[in-house]
């Protein structure tokens, strides 16, 4: 079982920065996508950013390329999002997630396995 913690949300204005953290224990990341998800009220989860194992590939939905970046540390087991020009369209809570399978670049919410409890972020007009 992973353990997925994620912290750094919080209340920003347009035009705004946060850096979000994902923090694993308790299973291993070795060859496994990570991916970042976002779900405001009301709505389905969505896609937000993916990274493989190796950081060589990355995936961002299309509203938050050139915006965000995805980014991870193998050796300390933790996942970031880097997020500017924050608009009031991003505010939804930020989940993390680890992929089902290794190895493989996965978009879709049912190919994650393990999540964390997520962390609220609120862009302002």
């Known amino acids: 079982q992973v353990q997925l913690v994620e912290s750094g949300g919080g209340l920003v204005q347009t035009g705004g920065s946060l850096r979000l953290s994902c923090a694993a224990s308790?299973?291993?990341?070795?060859?496994?996508?990570m991916g970042w998800f976002r779900q405001a009220p009301g709505k389905e989860r969505i896609f937000v950013a993916a990274?493989?194992?190796?950081?060589?590939?990355?995936r961002y939905r299309d509203s938050v390329k050139g915006r965000f970046t995805i980014s991870r540390d193998n050796a300390k087991m933790t996942v970031t999002l880097q997020m500017n020009s924050l608009e009031p369209l991003d505010t939804a809570v930020y989940y993390c997630a680890r992929a089902r399978i290794r190895d493989y670049m996965y978009t879709e919410p049912l190919d994650y396995e393990f999540w964390g409890q997520g962390t609220q972020v609120t862009v302002s007009s």
């Open positions: 990274i493989t194992w190796s950081g060589l590939i990355t």
């Open positions: 308790g299973g291993t990341l070795s060859r496994y996508t």
